[in-house]
Nanobody, 124 residues
Framework: QLQASGGGLVQAGGSLRLSCAASGRTFSNYAMGWFRQPPGKEREFVASISRKSHSTDYADSVKGRFTISRDNAKNTMYLQMDSMKPEDTAVYYC???????????????????WGQGTQVTVSS
């Protein structure tokens, strides 16, 4: 089970940190990812992190502004969002993909487990 939290309303240029708490499984056996779904649009990839944090990957639209991280001891993944823009407004979802590899995963369809989503709104 995945539980995303930390969403809210922030002004453009501000910061938020999202958390995704996992339970019921061995967290370190999963590559993790953040996705978002803007109003009226399809869900899109934001960032991914490998099982032991050796690799990360970002969408071009967030590169340099967002940072993904994880703490396997706490079964938690994070997304630090800085220099936020109104176009970052979306419902943000965390997801988990079971793997023995050390790669990140960017395809939506590769993830087996999804959290419930948390709303992020950036005002201009």
């Amino acid at each position: 089970q995945l539980q995303a939290s930390g969403g809210g309303l922030v002004q453009a240029g501000g910061s938020l940190r999202l958390s995704c708490a996992a339970s019921g499984r061995t967290f370190s056996n999963y590559a993790m990812g953040w996705f978002r779904q803007p109003p009226g649009k399809e869900r899109e990839f934001v960032a991914s992190i490998s099982r032991k944090s050796h690799s990360t990957d970002y969408a071009d639209s967030v590169k340099g502004r967002f940072t993904i991280s994880r703490d396997n001891a706490k079964n938690t993944m994070y997304l630090q969002m800085d220099s936020m823009k109104p176009e970052d407004t979306a419902v943000y979802y965390c997801a988990a993909h079971f793997t023995f590899s050390s790669f990140t995963v960017v395809r939506t369809g590769s993830y087996e487990h999804w959290g419930q989503g948390t709303q992020v709104t950036v005002s201009s």
